[in-house]
């Protein structure tokens, strides 16, 4: 079954260093790979996504994520973090046309 | 959160009772989902509809109805035969279904007395 695992239930940095958020994900096939954020009682909003293509992803806030399929990861990443960038973050995967398969979450703080 | 608009923000609901959790897009998008958020859990698929007056039940369907009369709204409703009703809703839309991205509205926090 195609699904992701987020390892880190939580992840801390102080502001101005690298932030990682780890996922690996199982899938037969080519995957499809998603990463949301979402702030407290909010939605949620999409950084990135990888179809197929150049293994770095580039998406909105800065953010990057590295698509590696020989160890079947998608981490996302931030050369510089701000304390904004303070959330749920989401990995996901599409499992058919319609769904979505998505991590448990990892919460982001990034400290002053 | 784009063009999808949700309401109530919080809603109250007495045990037994009905209640209707409203979602509009005005992206144009076909394809609308049915999400539920629980700490610690991720989303989970409820319902999700491919186009007007067509819909399908996705995991976690039970105690939930949908209906899709117009392209733009896709409102669920949380029925009495819900058994753990309390959670965070979230609705989506894709301009298609496949490996179009997934938008979300700002969701619907439901809670049981």
């Known amino acids: ?112 | 959160d784009g063009g999808i608009t949700q309401s109530p923000k919080y809603l109250f609901r007495k045990e037994g009772q009905n209640v209707t959790l409203s979602c509009e897009q005005n992206l144009n998008h076909d394809a609308m989902y049915w999400y539920r958020q629980d700490p610690g859990q991720g989303l989970r698929l409820i319902y999700y509809s491919q186009i007007v007056n067509d819909f399908q039940k996705g995991d976690i369907a039970e105690g939930y109805s949908v209906s899709r009369e117009k392209k733009e709204s896709f409102p669920l409703t949380v029925t009495s035969a819900q058994k753990n009703p309390t959670a965070f809703y979230l609705c989506a839309s894709s301009i298609e279904t496949g490996p179009d991205t997934q938008y979300f509205g700002p969701g619907t926090r439901l809670t049981v007395l």
């Open chain 1, 1 to 112: 079954a195609q699904s992701v695992a987020q390892p880190e239930d939580q992840v801390n940095v102080a502001e101005g260093n690298p932030l990682t958020v780890k996922c690996t994900y199982s899938v037969s096939g080519n995957p499809y790979l998603f990463w949301y954020v979402q702030y407290p009682n909010r939605g949620l909003q999409f950084l990135l996504k990888y179809i197929t293509g150049d293994n770095l992803v580039k998406g909105s806030y800065g953010f990057e994520a590295e698509f590696n399929k020989s160890q079947t990861s998608f981490h996302l990443k931030k050369p510089s973090a701000l304390v904004s960038d303070s959330a749920l973050y989401f990995c996901a995967v599409r499992v058919n046309d319609y769904k979505l398969s998505f991590g448990a979450g990892t919460t982001v703080t990034v400290r002053a």
